[in-house]
Nanobody, 119 residues
Framework: QLQLVESGGGLVQPGGSLRLSCAAS????????MSWVRQAPGKEREGVSC????????NYADSVKDRFTISRDNAKNTVYLQMNSLKPEDTAVYYC????????????WGQGTQVTVSS
């Protein structure tokens, strides 16, 4: 069955970096756009970034632009989110989502990985 498994979260100090990974299985990964969505306690979900099925197109939320980089390896069925210059406001559960295209409103979700930015 379709499965998305995120990893790489943890506790990091402000200004630090983390790299999230999302390993996909059970579907044709290279046919799906992949996005990262985060949700902080008491806040609405926020779309962080999305990458097209081929990897040729990416987009980012203004809040993470120039700090986060999304990438994918279709040979490994994995999508990544490199997060640099982390801020306390980046603290959230990060989910990867498989979507038909980046503008799709629905998709398949992973279980999430916690990112905590704190000194």
């Amino acid at each position: 069955q379709l499965q998305l498994v995120e990893s790489g979260g943890g506790l990091v100090q402000p200004g630090g970096s983390l790299r999230l990974s999302c390993a996909a299985s059970g579907f044709t990964f290279s046919s799906y756009a992949m996005s990262w969505v985060r949700q902080a306690p008491g806040k609405e979900r926020e779309g962080v970034s999305c990458i097209s099925s081929s990897g040729g197109s990416t987009n980012y939320a203004d809040s993470v632009k120039d700090r986060f980089t999304i990438s994918r390896d279709n040979a490994k069925n994995t999508v990544y989110l490199q997060m640099n210059s982390l801020k306390p406001e980046d603290t959230a559960v990060y989910y990867c989502v498989a979507k038909g295209v980046c503008t799709s409103r629905s998709g398949y979700w992973g279980q999430g990985t916690q990112v905590t930015v704190s000194s």
